[in-house]
């Protein structure tokens, strides 16, 4: 069974006043948290259909009509492992254990 995963991405703004980046060189959203941009889900849908529905409701809304196009549909298989090895984590100078 494929769920759909409705996200958004709210960016952050540059205090200098530079245009903040939405979509790369060939228009897929980017995202970065460590510089403050802020990935919600929405919901998890039965369908894109559905999804795309939430997304046109949605864009009414107070925050999410401020940045209309970033939203992001993530299809995934119900009971299927995604992630199937593990992680290290590399510290920054600023950061303690």
Not at 30 to 35: G, M, Y
Not at 73 to 87: A, L, P, R, S, Y
Request: net charge negative; with cysteine.
């Amino acid at each position: 069974m494929e769920v759909f995963l409705l996200w958004h991405v709210r960016h952050a703004r540059w205090l200098d006043g530079r245009p903040t980046p939405h979509r790369d060189e060939v228009g897929e959203l980017t995202w970065d948290e460590e510089d403050g941009d802020d990935l919600k889900i929405l919901g998890v849908y039965s369908s894109q259909a559905r999804a795309e529905d939430r997304i046109q409701r949605a864009r009414e809304l107070p925050g999410f009509r401020d940045e209309p196009d970033c939203f992001y549909i993530n299809g995934c298989t119900v009971d299927q492992d995604e992630w199937n090895e593990g992680f290290v984590s590399i510290l920054r100078a600023d950061q303690a254990d």
